[in-house]
């Protein structure tokens, strides 16, 4: 399954964007969500996850600026980012995994999207 991710792009310090994904799986609100990062010469790291009860969980370094979301009734992921930092730009990728009652950052997730760049500069 290939999920579609967007709405990544140019943006200021201090401003906003809000990252889509679309999921074409049965079942979504069974899913557990998750949108990862990697900046260039690092890891991949989890931004944050939801389960399929909307339980929450955010990396410390995005806590209080990122919202995770989800809209079952579209089958989307969403990522609203505020307050972006240059140390936030990295290309985001979405996932879901059908185990959503899991503890979500510790899911591993199956099904990715391709990945959005977010660039945060002035």
């Known amino acids: 399954v290939q999920l579609q991710a967007s709405g990544g792009g140019l943006v200021q310090p201090g401003g906003s964007l809000r990252l889509s994904c679309a999921a074409p799986?049965?079942?979504?609100?069974?899913?557990?969500i998750a949108w990862f990062r990697q900046a260039p010469e690092k890891e991949r790291e989890q931004v944050s996850c939801?389960?399929?009860?909307?339980?929450?969980h955010y990396a410390d370094s995005v806590k209080g600026r990122f919202t995770i979301s989800r809209d079952d009734a579209k089958n989307t992921v969403y990522l609203q980012m505020d307050s972006l930092k240059p140390e936030d730009a990295a290309v985001y990728y979405c996932?879901?995994?059908?185990?959503?009652?899991?503890?979500?950052?510790?899911?591993?997730?199956?099904?990715w999207g391709q990945g959005t760049l977010v660039t945060v500069s002035s």
């Open positions: 939801m389960n399929n009860a909307g339980s929450t």
């Open positions: 799986v049965s079942d979504f609100d069974y899913y557990a």
């Open positions: 996932a879901v995994d059908r185990r959503g009652g899991s503890y979500c950052p510790m899911i591993p997730y199956k099904n």
